[in-house]
């Protein structure tokens, strides 16, 4: 009993670190968000590690797919939900996808868990997924790949970035959001 | 590419982001569907001749009240599959007691009525074209809860089809009623509720290809 306790303890603990780094995030602190990304990036990888035994090359591309989907979709978090479930779901719902792209029967088998799975492990030794960022990005039009380019990687800022491209502070936006999307479906397309 | 270096791409430069978005999408496709809606229903049906008179008995405020309801549950549930790991709890009831109350209603006038007048009841004058009417009419609300589901997170695909079609197909129903000659709770009971089905199963039919994200 007491270390079902001690389980369920460690959980809580999980549960609220995360959700007030995501809040943070949400409200616009990076360091915050970097925070939340890095250590979901390590439950992902075990989640999906235990798994995806048969295919431990797919692990660190749904990673970095699912990550992309907990960005793209972080509005749909409502700060008064557990965000254990918010996660859970996200994850299973790549998972799932995958294998049903794959049509792998054998593993579908295999996805009757508990929520809490999510956060039951974290592994931070983490493989390369197999595509290059820059081969990526290289592959969006320059309306999406400019904005990521300029924003994300060399952390000019919007206003900057408009002035830099010529382009207007809300398609630099517009941007950025559609180009990870994309990222996100390139992941996926020829893995 | 490593994952460190995604969760740093992620991160940089990120702006606020207002929580919640789904019911705001949601009340941005009613506009425009609901739009549609009532273009098509001019355009194709047109209104009935008499409604200022028919808005003046208690009749027929059942078809609206019935729909909008209906059209209200359904936002909820629409909204909650729009959101990863949200839970549906009590809104399965809300959902399901303006259908029982449609049917207990048609059920007690089906029994009060005289044996031959019954048939009529159910049938009405228009009960061949009222459901693809309904279905007809849902078309822009249709597309419209797509557009706003697939922008969003719904991680049981059929499902969320499904509450799309459902949302379309009650809020279809109310514009309807604009034109609708029928004033029977029988009527209502049957080809009312087989109107908004048919969104509802088609959404629940393409919800698993349309809406994957």
Redesign the interface.
């Known amino acids: 009993m007491e270390r079902i306790e001690e389980r369920d303890a460690r959980f809580t603990a999980t549960e609220n670190q995360l959700r007030a780094l995501l809040i943070q995030g949400l409200n616009g602190n990076a360091t915050a968000y970097h925070q939340f990304l890095k250590a979901l990036s390590a439950h992902f990888r075990a989640y999906f590690r235990k798994r995806l035994f048969q295919r431990p090359d797919d692990v660190e591309d749904l990673v970095q797919e699912t990550l992309l989907a907990v960005h793209n979709q972080r509005h749909t978090y409502r700060t008064d939900q557990p965000l254990t479930a918010w996660v859970h779901a996200i994850a299973r719902y790549k998972l799932m996808d995958l294998l049903r792209s794959r049509a792998n029967r054998e593993a579908l088998t295999d996805l009757l868990d508990d929520e809490l799975e999510v956060f039951a492990a974290s592994d931070t030794d983490a493989a390369d997924a197999r595509k290059d960022l820059d081969q990526l990005l290289a592959g969006l039009p320059d309306r999406q790949r400019l904005p990521i380019l300029y924003v994300k990687l060399e952390g000019l800022s919007v206003v900057e970035a408009a002035q830099r491209t010529g382009m207007s502070e809300s398609a630099i936006k517009i941007g950025v959001h559609r180009g990870l999307k994309a990222l996100a479906a390139k992941i996926r397309g020829g893995a | 590419?490593?994952?460190?270096?995604?969760?740093?791409?992620?991160?940089?430069?990120?702006?606020?982001?207002?929580?919640?978005?789904?019911s705001r999408r949601f009340a941005v496709a009613m506009g425009w569907g609901v739009s549609g809606a009532a273009l098509l229903l001019v355009l194709a049906l047109g209104i009935r001749p008499d409604l200022a008179q028919a808005a003046g008995e208690f009749m027929f405020w059942m078809k609206p009240a019935f729909a909008a309801s209906l059209a209200l549950a359904s936002f909820i549930v629409a909204e909650r599959l729009?959101?990863?790991?949200?839970?549906l709890g009590f809104v399965w009831a809300a959902l399901a007691t303006p259908v029982l109350a449609v049917w207990l209603v048609a059920a007690v006038v089906l029994v009060n009525a005289a044996p031959a007048q019954r048939a009529d009841l159910v049938l009405g004058d228009t009960w061949k074209t009222c459901p693809f009417n309904i279905a007809l009419i849902s078309l822009p609300l249709f597309a419209a809860m797509l557009w706003a589901m697939k922008g969003?997170?719904p991680?049981r695909l059929a499902l969320a089809g499904a509450g799309a079609g459902l949302l379309a197909g009650a809020s279809s129903a109310l514009v309807y009623a604009l034109h609708c000659p029928e004033l029977a709770a029988p009527f209502m009971a049957v080809w009312y509720v087989l109107g908004i089905a048919i969104p509802t199963l088609t959404g629940a039919v393409l919800g698993p290809r349309v809406l994957?994200?």
Request: positive net charge; without cysteine.
């Open positions: 590419m490593k994952t460190e270096e995604l969760v740093s791409l992620l991160a940089a430069g990120i702006t606020p982001v207002h929580g919640n978005t789904a729009a959101r990863p790991g949200a839970r969003l997170a991680t994957r994200w």
